[in-house]
């Protein structure tokens, strides 16, 4: 990997030890600096003016779309996309006719297809070329540059000069060949995973990267996996089980379940797998819950439900599901053999425990499937939200009931997962601590 500093500043010029190359702006800085033992890369904004160049200038000169000057140095013609990334094959057709002697396409991503576009142009464009993805989901084409064919990536110095951009020291430290993990959902803002997976991997000694795709769709997922070679991915909201169409292979939990938050690719075959259910049971034991021959009523029916009900049947607990829409909990609870009641039906006084697997309270505020006012001394209530002290947690915690938290189960299942991916157990002190 050939990492490029793009200077945000005349400062960044002295902090360059990790870098192979400079970039000069010509819209951020109004000279050159003197920079020793470095490649130099001059790129030009509005316009070429070979005048801002110092006599002797032997570094590269990126000319965007303009027509090529009369110079000796390396050219580079670069295209920017702020708003999409074409079809792979719309990407060499742009790239193909510029005139430099290296031609960079940078390209605004929003989905997995966005992705599978670059690194399959990056496979047809016979040319020496640099293809980055612009954006928190692109920053994995700026980690693999060399499996791109980059001639070199860019990073940042003290500020970012582009969406997506990692500091030189960061993608110095990681290489070409570092462990790429990650989490797709939406929305993922609130997410507090790549803090907790950095903190594992900081700790375990591993050099890696836990990124970020907030996408809204999962078409491609596959293929992406694959092709950048990410060793793994969990999944969220509201992907859990959409996911299952774009995997190789189930395993039993998951399969019984029917729904995944962990992806392994074991040298390109997906193999999915349900962690959250080892999150609900560390949950459970750190509150001191016992669910054995209890009655349980658990308010949601997505992937999180589908965990928690298939742990506490699993337990021999008696579990009803409710939720807003009728309809899918009564689906769910026919497919995992437990009961259900319509949310107008249900009161919590008939039950010993209340889960609440619904995002009431994360993303937003909204009514419970049932009405929590009725919860005494005697409950148990579990809040799967994470984070901040829920309306359920606090009215539970007013009543004195005991209560099980969403961090909890959180870092369970990331300690769970880490474990897949990396082969590290015990991860879930190291990881509860980092989001405390």
């Known amino acids: 990997m050939r990492i490029c500093a793009s200077l945000g500043g005349i400062r960044d010029a002295d902090d360059l030890s990790d870098a192979d190359m400079a970039e000069i702006r010509t819209d951020i800085l109004d000279s050159v600096p003197d920079i020793d033992g470095k490649e130099l890369l001059v790129t030009f904004r509005d316009g070429i003016d070979l005048s801002f160049l110092p006599d002797g200038y032997e570094g590269m000169l990126d000319i965007g779309i303009s027509e090529r000057p009369d110079t000796g140095s390396t050219i580079i013609s670069s295209y920017h996309d702020y708003a999409s990334t074409p079809s792979w094959d719309a990407i060499v057709s742009q790239l193909d006719v510029l005139p430099g002697d290296i031609v960079k396409g940078a390209y605004s991503v929003h989905d997995f297809t966005d992705l599978n576009s670059i690194f399959r142009a990056s496979r047809e464009l016979g040319r020496r070329h640099v293809l980055l993805g612009m954006g928190e989901a692109g920053t994995v084409t700026r980690i693999r540059s060399s499996l791109l064919g980059n001639e070199f990536t860019f990073g940042y110095?003290?500020?970012?000069?582009?969406?997506g951009q990692m500091s030189v020291s960061e993608m110095r430290r990681l290489g070409d060949d570092c462990l790429v993990t990650g989490i797709v959902g939406r929305p993922l803002d609130k997410s507090a995973s790549p803090v907790m997976h950095a903190a594992a991997m900081g700790a375990a000694g591993i050099d890696g990267a836990y990124l970020r795709f907030d996408v809204p769709r999962l078409d491609g997922i596959d293929d992406a996996l694959r092709d950048y070679r990410i060793r793994g991915i969990n999944v969220t909201i509201p992907y859990k089980t959409s996911i299952l169409p774009y995997l190789d292979r189930l395993d039993p939990l998951a399969a019984s379940i029917g729904a995944v938050n962990t992806v392994v690719n074991e040298g390109g075959r997906l193999v999915g797998h349900?962690?959250?259910?080892?999150g609900v049971r560390i949950a459970m034991e750190h509150a001191g819950i016992c669910v054995r021959d209890r009655r349980a009523l658990v308010m949601g029916t997505g992937g999180a439900a589908r965990a928690c009900i298939g742990f506490l049947t699993g337990e021999g607990c008696d579990v009803t599901v409710t939720g807003r829409n009728a309809g899918k909990a009564a689906v769910l609870a026919g497919e995992l053999g437990c009961s259900h009641r319509n949310k107008d039906s249900a009161a919590v006084a008939m039950y010993d425990i209340i889960v609440n697997c619904t995002p009431v309270?994360?993303?937003?505020?909204?009514?419970?499937?049932v009405s929590i006012d009725r919860i005494n001394r005697d409950h148990s209530v579990f809040d799967m939200v994470y984070g901040k002290d829920t309306d359920l947690?606090?009215?539970?915690?007013?009543?004195g009931a005991r209560t099980a938290t969403g961090a909890d189960m959180l870092a369970g299942q990331g300690s769970a997962s880490f474990k897949l991916w990396t082969g590290v157990p015990d991860m879930f002190e190291t990881m509860r601590k980092a989001i405390t």
């Open 274 to 278: 349900n962690t959250d259910v080892e």
């Open 157 to 163: 110095v003290s500020t970012p000069t582009a969406p």
């Open 393 to 399: 947690i606090l009215a539970a915690r007013a009543a």
């Open 361 to 369: 309270g994360m993303y937003g505020e909204g009514e419970y499937p």
